[in-house]
């Protein structure tokens, strides 16, 4: 099993659309949990972390299970800038690095 | 104030031969992360510094190594190129707080490695 799964995409949605995206980890000791985007032939950027009692940032709220070890992420309203591909990334206990899903790519269309 | 830089910005090999990027972390940061991005398969963690050592270790072969120097730059060396190393190679900048990480890395914007 994966360390971080998601959901590949693409996922195309028309602006002004609400779309969701989830993602599942496997190690249960996971300690810090944050959402990225990536642009098309950029580099990743940090969205925002994920807390254990969810959190919300403008149009954008992410949501952590630890029971069934499911991070989700929620784009209201989305705009056309919000096309890119979304990175689901967990870290565990200790000085463990970064491990990165695959991403979901968001293409918004007008 | 400047990001994480890397250079070269592209570089074209040949199999079995080495290839060398560079980066240069956020002034202020400490620790360096490479990461390859293959197509298809996602970031894939290689190698881990910070001051001056070698914190963690991707599962990758031997022929992948790297360093970081005094002042907190540092250098990915990948030898005897296999055509599977093509990839754009990032790297990433943070500060560790304490004996932990804050979790947000900063990332150059890659080395596109091409092994023909």
């Known amino acids: 099993r994966k360390e971080v799964e998601q959901d590949p995409g693409p996922f195309n949605v028309p602006e002004g659309a609400t779309v969701a995206f989830n993602c599942t980890y496997s190690?249960?000791?996971?300690?810090?949990f944050f959402w990225y985007r990536q642009d098309c032939r950029k580099e990743p950027k940090l969205l925002m972390s994920?807390?254990?009692s969810g959190n919300e940032d403008g149009r954008f709220t992410a949501q952590l299970n630890r029971a069934s070890q499911y991070i989700s992420l929620l784009i209201r309203d989305s705009k056309l800038s919000d096309s890119a591909t979304y990175l689901c990334?967990?870290?565990?206990?200790?000085?463990?690095?970064?491990?990165f899903g695959k991403g979901t790519r968001l293409s918004v269309i007008a | 104030e400047a990001g994480v830089t890397q250079s070269p910005t592209h570089l074209i090999k040949t199999r079995g031969q080495q290839a060398t990027l560079r980066c240069s972390p956020i002034?202020?940061?400490?620790?360096v992360y490479w990461y390859q991005q293959a197509l298809g398969l996602g970031l894939q963690f290689l190698l881990w510094?910070?001051?001056?050592?070698?914190?963690n270790r991707g599962n990758f072969p031997p022929r992948f190594s790297g360093r970081q120097f005094p002042n907190y730059s540092s250098e990915l060396n990948v030898n005897a190129l296999e055509l599977e190393d093509s990839a754009l190679y990032l790297c990433?900048?943070?500060?560790?707080?304490?004996?932990?990480?804050?979790?947000?890395?900063?990332f150059g914007e890659g080395s596109r490695l091409t092994v023909l």
């Open positions: 990334v967990v870290r565990g206990s200790g000085n463990t690095p970064l491990v």
């Open positions: 990433a900048s943070s500060f560790l707080r304490g004996r932990g990480q804050t979790g947000e890395l900063f």
């Open positions: 002034s202020g940061h400490t620790s």
């Open positions: 994920v807390y254990s």
């Open positions: 190690n249960s000791a996971s300690q810090s």
């Open positions: 510094y910070d001051e001056g050592e070698e914190r």
